[in-house]
């Protein structure tokens, strides 16, 4: 008997859904982030506007004084939907309770000084508020942002604040043998210590800042453009050696989503500057006003961790930012050519 | 051994994929960066052909899929290809005759 392997081929007939061929120009395979993307967000047949906010529609774009053609071109460079988003995660996860797992056996920071502790608490601790400040903001762009490119990629952000705070608090138990006294002390620090306020004001001022846009820029490139080289690149050297290695391999994941995070922001930011003139303006004008007040909120700070090298290293960490302010098209007046 | 060193000529090498979302990526960079090669879409498949020489670049694939792409995972998706291999971390080449 003679058995014969026949292959059919079968032709699908459409290769994405209409909205996303539409966009695409023609019907193309498109790729998951694509088809979890484009024209997510309902905008059309609202009956009513929000009695709270009745001037706009639930989903406005007059939200923000940045005016976009298409609110899709904000494209995430990391292609994050929620399958992606949530795998790569994980998988940092795991690499970070590992880094956990042994600061604990080791027992580095239980052993540190009196001293040293107090140190690390008043340095790092009150940044779980910071996150958590960070959350709020990310979530307000969410929830009036235009368009699911860029308020899906807050809403991760806002995920990923959490999981920051989470991780400095870890770092907090690590220090006081897991009491959790230290986040208690952190927050006071947070509150009440002179050094912390003004950034805490500055957060605040966020928080009553109307345009979203603004918000982003303010939040995600300019105090985390400040914040982050400050506490997870320099502070380490400035720690007794034994302490900030176990600091720097703690705060890993840190370092990693900034780097990250950073292609996502440039990359927005670039698109609404790229749009027009008028955006590019009024970006470049929030940038300076946002830069001013957090240069001038970060300063005490900047002088109890860094001390003589204050300066030096806040001039580094300033320059870093306008470099990738220019980069990007954003106007920097002062900034180094 | 008096057997002549072939020239590089333009005898097609091809390479060959698994049709899925990672693939779609690869297949577009190459696409970009071969302008003379030739896709043909099978079931589950996608053969590219190109005369004389196909380069894969790792950071048109990294750029296409937004994370960064190890060269090395080509072979997740790998099904065949022919062709003398010129691999480095940041190309993987394809060519019939004398190494460039």
Known sequence: MQVDIKTSNIKQLRNTFSHVARRLGADKPASRYQEATFDMQ??????????????FELYDTARTAI??????????????????????????????????EFAEKRGVFFNLSEKD????????????HYE?????????????????????????????????????????LLLDGNIGDSLEVGKQHWLHTP???????????????????????????????LVYPMFYKHLETRLNPMAGQTFSMCTNFMQEWFVETQRWVDSTIKTAVDESPENKEIL????????????????????????????SIFMQIKEELLVRAKKIGLKTPGAPA | MNTPTPERTKTPVFIAFVTNDDTRNIVAAIREDNPQATVEEF????????????????????????????????????????????????????????AA
């Open chain 1, 42 to 55: 309902s905008d059309t047949n609202f009956h009513y506007r929000p009695i709270w906010d009745p001037q």
């Open chain 1, 67 to 100: 005016k976009m053609a298409d609110w899709y071109s904000f494209k995430d460079p990391r292609q994050y939907y929620y399958g992606v988003y949530t795998m790569n995660r994980a998988k940092q996860q795991d690499a970070a309770e590992k880094q956990f």
């Open chain 1, 117 to 128: 502790k107090e140190h690390l608490i008043f340095a790092v601790l009150p940044l779980r």
């Open chain 1, 132 to 172: 958590w400040g960070a959350n709020m903001n990310n979530c307000f762009c969410t929830s009036f942002g235009y368009g699911a490119a860029i308020t899906q990629a807050t809403m991760y952000n806002t995920m990923d604040r959490l999981g920051l705070a989470q991780y400095v608090s870890r770092l907090g």
């Open chain 1, 195 to 225: 050094e912390w306020q003004e950034l805490r004001r500055s957060m605040e001022n966020l928080f009553v800042t109307k345009d979203w846009f603004e918000v982003f820029l303010a939040q995600n490139f300019v105090m985390d453009g």
């Open chain 1, 284 to 311: 470049s004008r929030w940038f300076d006003i946002w830069m001013t007040e957090t240069t001038r909120a970060l300063q005490p700070l900047m002088t109890a961790l860094f001390a003589e090298e204050a300066a």
């Open chain 2, 43 to 98: 079931p589950a498949m996608v053969k590219i052909e190109s005369p004389g020489r196909l380069v894969v670049k790792r950071q048109s694939v990294s750029d296409l899929m937004g994370r960064d792409w190890d060269l090395q995972e080509i072979h997740l998706n790998l099904i065949s290809l022919s062709g003398s291999i010129n691999e480095t971390e940041d190309e993987f080449e394809l060519y019939w005759g004398q």
